[in-house]
């Protein structure tokens, strides 16, 4: 179950789409089952990451998940796949990313207490949730 965010800017009129949570083909499951479907869902580095721990570890759990990050220094918004592999509850591997403006690390962010970010297009801090384009899905 998921939902999904549209943030308008209030100067120039852009309008983009940010996901939140687990649906589609994206969400908890074994190493197995992912690896056995044959389809690669992940970011080619994290699917490497993932074939490699596979090679060395048995019955890991991945959780996949929709998450929505923000640059510290730049205030832009970012959704992204976030993959986390565990073996028995320890932490093997957990997606990072990075600002494709500035390259700080992104931050997870609470996208429900965000009031603003900086748009994409025009660079102001007038990038705000659009409340009547929310989306849940199952």
């Given at each position: ?26 969400h908890p499951m074994s ?51 976030e993959v986390t592999v ?53």
């Amino acid at each position: 179950m998921g939902r999904a965010y549209t943030y308008r800017c209030d100067k120039c009129g852009y309008e983009d789409h940010f996901n939140e949570g687990h649906g589609f083909l994206i969400h908890p499951m074994s190493l197995d089952s992912y690896l056995e479907s044959g389809t690669i869902l992940f970011h080619h580095k994290t699917n490497s990451v993932i074939e490699k721990l596979a090679k060395e570890h048995k019955n890991l759990f991945i959780d996949a998940g929709f998450k929505i990050f923000k640059c510290p220094d730049c205030n832009l918004l970012y959704d992204k796949i976030e993959v986390t592999v565990y073996d028995d509850g320890k932490i093997l591997h957990k997606s990072e990313f990075r600002c494709t403006q500035c390259r700080a690390r992104l931050k997870l962010t609470n996208i429900h207490r965000l009031k603003k970010a900086v748009c994409p297009k025009c660079k102001q801090y007038s990038f705000r949730l659009d409340q009547r384009k929310q989306v849940l899905w199952d």
